[in-house]
């Protein structure tokens, strides 16, 4: 029996995978803080993205690039806007970032803690 095999590390393969996706969509964010009429967009919340709910991109365009299979679609934040109209906040955003780094770290421990404890049992 393989231990990955488990449901506890697919479930954080899941998580990782969905913190690596939002880290990417807020880097986007602060990357375009000084874009005018950039909307800040961020991912829906992980118990969501575990309900089975679709997380298909939604096409407001025809010439929006075709989604991948990735399940992993970013939605629009309301926020206060510029008179630019960026609606980007940078200590809103940053702060987001923090808490997902924090958020991956704990997972990526919690997997190698797992790991360690499955080798300890077999004697490895």
Do not use: C
Not at 6 to 28: E, H, K, N, T, Y
């Amino acid at each position: 029996m393989n231990p990955t095999d488990l449901p506890l590390f697919g479930l954080l393969d899941r998580r990782i995978a969905w913190l690596d996706a939002r880290q990417g969509v807020l880097s986007q964010n602060v990357a375009n803080a000084d874009t005018p009429g950039y909307a800040a967009r961020d991912l829906p919340s992980f118990a969501r993205a575990l309900s089975g709910a679709s997380l298909a991109p939604a096409v407001t365009s025809d010439r929006h690039i075709s989604p991948t299979a990735g399940g992993t679609a970013a939605r629009k934040l309301a926020s206060e806007k510029a008179p630019d109209g960026n609606g980007v906040r940078l200590d809103e955003q940053l702060t987001r970032i923090a808490d997902t780094d924090t958020a991956h770290e704990l997972a990526t421990t919690l997997y190698r803690k797992y790991l360690g404890l499955f080798r300890t049992a077999i004697g490895k």
